[in-house]
């Protein structure tokens, strides 16, 4: 094994050095980085020139200058990693050390909701094969697949944000739209759910009615104005996310495992006031980290209190409900913050920004306010990246699970009496989620690289944005960085995906290539 | 009892389902077989219709120019032409409005037509039908350049590779990961700064030189499997050369693979060209691409939507259509692929072993 990985790492090394050697050239020849100032009719010009060829290194021909690049690459193994300057006289490190946060930010967050949405999706058509929910998110999984991305930048900035604010500032939702919004959530629901004529009829009636009175109600109290739960919301949805875990975790007849999803739920509500204090006064990521643990301790303790035989799945439960519980207890914060950060002069009163990472207008330390304002600003250009990217992931788990379901284990499984809940998810579900697996870690590799085009469109300084510019100013040192940190990080994950893979799967072995 | 009763027959050995499936295909060769199922595809089908008409429809609407041979469009405008900014029937202040109308006259609408601009016009007064026309060409030209050339270099490396395995297989893979590790993007950013205005024919063609290393992984694997089958040893006894092997035996059982990957590859590749040509790299004026389209025309949406709906809806159309079309080919070459059994299916399959039994 060991013997393997050294190998694949002395592959590793001599596709870098060629690819990279080939880029610089090819970058080098692409144009002149002096071209601006040789024509300039600025006296300093000459001057300016001459310091540009002493930083870059300008008057050594291009593969000559490739070693010199690769001499200060070399020294990262003893610690002082050297990308050289850029064509602004600064550090590429430290240009790159600002850009790599923003773009993590951008696309980590996208590619975690294109993961949980597709991958349940994807489940659920599979397991609803050829109903007309499959069809219809078939259907919409290759619209994505072909939708430019700029393209649906430009509809959302026009949708979601010109439009959401003019309709926050006065949040009535027309009749019209209630009742379409009803009808299309009735529909969407009786389709997942599906059954006999009449159960899905009932399904479609209860969900629209349903929808239509709580966005009645939405709308009649201007809730878009000043949103948030309350209590006695957060412990409904507490209560429901017991009920949910507990299903998907180790099934409803588990009434250890349920009773303890309960307390936590209760605990949540117990707790809710001494949170909002917390949350006014000590507000830091401190302080969340802290609450985080104290979640996960808490339902430690209560696991553990009502397991009787089987601690671990018991326990597993009660941390994954706090968990959750904790995030829509976060969510409620926010929500509460929404008015005031509205109300601000930096926002006045149209909240969704169509670009731009952060508001500059804003005065800084407080917690909440510039915490939201960094996720609205990252609404649109998520939601961007997740339409795009959620569709591979529905097509690839609906295949996978269907593969899994074919097998024969599952019939087994099925035939020696297992609940379908436990076929799905025990048996059939991890089985999925092996190959899905090193799809993910080759799809977190990419992150860093960013997203050329949606940081363009949005208005974002991150990887892409500096490779856009080191391609557009011959900004050889930049572009060589950026390809270099990509490049490497890709040759990795598909080295990790292949280790995981067999780390995951023992029929497969690595190590006779 | 169902199936005791069916292997009590000469029908079809294994279940009911099968039973189904075997009847249908008795007595098929394989590409009548994989005809069929496509056929039965609709979405497949739909699209296929759609994307034949539309190149009908695109590559007929302008003149074309082979050489010193011209062949008239039958569109009156041409992209170069510059007639009038026409305000006539906009709303107020604005120029160059589309005037295609599907609203019939019996409900209050104008009628159908075409009208002067259905597209309308842009900035400068040109007919933005006509710039739409080019912009499909060229795009659907380099989607079309991309797949013959990745798909035929990706086939040949894959099937070298897979086939030879050992030290040839170990360069060619290396090659390809090579490749891999240099993005399309920034290759086509580097070479399109540079050789930009060398035009389309050959952004398609170097973007192709550098889009088949996927293609080249798929078809090795289906090689490496492909070449321990016992026909492939069948045909090595028998005498066949390797070139006869990898042609008359392997290649037409990694067809569907391959087919199913070009489709794919092609419906990337006019996205490739359409984001390139965003940022600059790809086509540039004075060519047009439906990239090229949407970039210039962006901030116009709230003012002028017309010249962002259009070559959008184009490049939706075009890319929906190739993929339908591939994920209606994967069907059709995929073995294991079942179709919904309907009651009918049932019926008339429960008919036949019933008349099979009485035989």
């Known amino acids: 094994m060991l013997a393997y990985i050294l190998r694949r790492f002395g592959i590793l090394a001599v596709i870098l050095f060629g690819s990279s050697f080939i880029l610089f050239n090819l970058a080098a020849l692409s144009g002149d980085p002096l071209e601006g100032l040789r024509t300039s009719t600025d006296p300093s010009a000459h001057r300016q020139m001459m310091v540009l060829i002493n930083t870059l290194q300008l008057d050594v021909p291009p593969p000559l200058r490739y070693f010199l690049w690769l001499k200060g690459i070399l020294a990262g193994f003893t610690g002082h990693i050297d990308f050289g300057m850029t064509r602004d006289s600064q550090l590429v490190s430290s240009t790159i050390a600002t850009a790599i946060p923003t773009t993590v930010r951008l696309v980590f967050f996208a590619t975690i909701t294109a993961i949980v949405l597709g991958i349940t999706i994807g489940i659920v058509t599979a397991l609803r094969q050829y109903s007309r929910f499959d069809y219809a998110m078939t259907f919409i999984a290759f619209l994505m697949f072909s939708l430019p991305i700029f393209w649906v930048a430009v509809l959302l900035k026009e949708f979601l944000a010109i439009q959401f604010n003019n309709f926050l500032a006065n949040p009535q939702i027309p009749i019209t739209w209630i009742i379409g919004m009803s009808i299309a959530s009735g529909i969407v629901w009786a389709a997942i759910l599906s059954g006999d004529r009449r159960r899905v009829w009932q399904i479609f009636g209860g969900v629209t009615l349903l929808t239509a009175a709580l966005l009645t109600y939405l709308s009649i109290t201007s809730w878009f104005a000043k949103p948030g739960f309350g209590p006695a919301v957060s412990f409904i949805l507490a209560i429901g996310i017991a009920y949910g875990i507990t299903q998907l975790s180790v099934g409803l007849s588990n009434r250890d495992a349920l009773r303890s999803a309960q307390t936590m739920a209760v605990i949540s509500l117990i707790l809710y006031f001494p949170n909002q204090y917390l949350f006014d006064h000590y507000a830091s990521p401190l302080l969340i980290a802290i609450q985080l643990l104290v979640t996960f301790a808490i339902a430690a303790a209560v696991g553990t209190y009502f397991a009787k035989i089987d601690r671990t799945p018991t326990i597993r439960t009660a941390m994954l409900t706090g968990f959750f519980i904790g995030f829509i207890t976060l969510i409620d914060r926010f929500m509460h913050t929404w008015n005031p950060y509205m109300s601000t002069d930096a926002v006045n009163f149209r909240p969704v920004p169509t670009t731009g990472q952060a508001n500059p207008l804003l005065e800084p330390g407080n917690f909440w306010f510039s915490t939201l304002d960094i996720l609205v600003h990252m609404f649109l250009p998520t939601i961007a990246l997740t339409l795009i990217s959620f569709a591979g992931y529905i097509r690839y788990s609906r295949g996978t699970l269907l593969d899994v379901l074919n097998q024969d284990y599952i019939r087994t499984a099925r035939a020696k009496g297992l609940n379908e809940r436990t076929v799905i998810m025990r048996h059939a579900f991890r089985n999925t989620m092996i190959p899905l697996t090193t799809i993910m870690v080759v799809d977190f590799a990419g992150i860093i690289g960013g997203a050329i085009i949606t940081e363009r469109v949005f208005g974002w300084i991150g990887m892409g944005t500096l490779f856009n510019r080191a391609v557009t100013s011959f900004d050889l040192n930049l572009l060589m960085a950026v390809f270099f940190i990509t490049a490497t990080l890709s040759l990795l994950a598909n080295l990790v995906a292949d280790l995981l893979y067999s780390a995951l799967d023992p029929r497969i072995r690595t190590g006779k290539g | ?359």
């Not at chain 2, 360069?171 to 540079?194: C, N, Q, W």
Request: one cysteine or more.
């Open chain 2, 1 to 359: 009892m169902f199936k005791k009763k069916v292997n009590s027959t000469s029908a079809p050995q294994d279940g009911g389902e099968n039973a189904i499936f075997n009847k249908e295909t008795q007595g098929l060769s394989q590409g009548q077989i994989v005809l069929r199922r496509f056929v039965r595809h609709r979405g497949a089908m739909t699209s296929l219709f759609v994307i034949l008409g539309m190149m009908l429809f695109v590559f007929t609407a302008l003149d074309q120019k082979f050489g010193s041979l011209k062949i008239p469009g039958w569109w009156h405008y041409t992209t170069e032409d510059l007639p009038d900014l026409r305000s006539i029937g906009c709303k107020e202040g604005l120029v160059g409005c589309p005037t295609l109308s599907i609203k019939p006259t019996f409900l209050g609408g104008t009628g159908v037509h075409l009208g002067e601009h259905p597209f309308g016009q842009d900035d400068i007064g040109r007919d933005y039908f006509a710039l739409v026309m080019r912009g499909a060409q060229r795009s659907m030209m380099v989607m079309f350049v991309i797949g013959a050339i990745g798909g035929a270099i990706g086939t040949v490396v894959g099937a070298i590779s897979g086939f030879s395995r050992g030290w040839i297989d170990a360069i060619l893979m290396r090659l390809t990961d090579f490749i891999i590790t240099i993005p399309v993007i920034i290759i086509g950013s580097v070479v399109g700064y540079h050789f930009g205005n060398l035009g389309v024919g050959f952004l398609a063609i170097y973007l192709g030189l550098f889009s088949w290393t996927g293609l080249s992984r798929l078809v090795r694997g289906e090689f490496l499997t492909l070449r321990e089958r016992e026909f492939v040893d069948a045909a090595r006894v028998a005498g066949a050369s390797n070139r006869r092997i990898i042609f008359k035996h392997i290649l037409p059982n990694a067809v569907g693979v391959i087919i199913v990957s070009v489709t794919l590859l092609m419906s990337g590749a006019i996205l490739l060209e359409t984001a390139l040509s965003y940022l600059g790299f790809g086509v540039v004026a004075p060519d047009v691409s439906l990239g090229l389209l949407i970039s210039n025309y962006q901030d116009s949406f709230t003012t002028r939507p017309w010249l962002f709906w259009y070559p959008g809806l184009f490049i939706i159309t075009i890319a929906l259509s190739i993929n339908f079309i591939g994920d209606g080919l994967r069907d059709a070459f995929d073995p294991r692929q079942r179709r919904r059994i309907t009651k009918k299916d049932r019926q008339s399959a429960k008919a036949v072993t019933r008349t099979g039994v009485q035989k």
